[in-house]
Nanobody, 124 residues
Framework: QVQLVESGGGLVEAGGSLRLSCTAS????????TGWFRQAPGKERRFVAA????????YYSDSVKGRFTISGDNAKNTVYLQMNSLKPEDTAVYYC?????????????????WGQGTQVTVSS
């Protein structure tokens, strides 16, 4: 069983930056994908970004492309989401998730393990 713990959320003004971290409780082996999703109040959980186990492939939703950057540090079992130029519509609870090898990294159904989430609030 792998546990994921997110951190780094908080309150920031529009145009500001935050860096989220997702740390796994155990070293993951094999081919896997780590993704970030977000869920605003009253809305469904939506894909934000994902990274392959090797770091060679990254994926972004159109809404964050060019503003957010996903990266990983396998030695620390940690994946980061650097969020720049934040907008009020980025306000949500952000979740990280871990899947096996998948061809559909944007689908929540591809992921087996989920963190508890971290709140990001962007004020206008």
């Amino acid at each position: 069983q792998v546990q994921l713990v997110e951190s780094g959320g908080g309150l920031v003004e529009a145009g500001g930056s935050l860096r989220l971290s997702c740390t796994a409780s155990a070293r993951t082996v094999g081919r896997y994908v780590t993704g970030w999703f977000r869920q605003a109040p009253g809305k469904e959980r939506r894909f934000v970004a994902a990274i392959s186990w090797s770091g060679s492939s990254t994926y972004y939703s159109d809404s964050v492309k060019g503003r957010f950057t996903i990266s990983g540090d396998n030695a620390k079992n940690t994946v980061y989401l650097q969020m720049n130029s934040l907008k009020p519509e980025d306000t949500a609870v952000y979740y990280c998730a871990l899947s096996g090898n998948t061809n559909t990294p944007a689908s929540p159904d591809s992921y087996k393990y989920w963190g508890q989430g971290t709140q990001v609030t962007v004020s206008s």
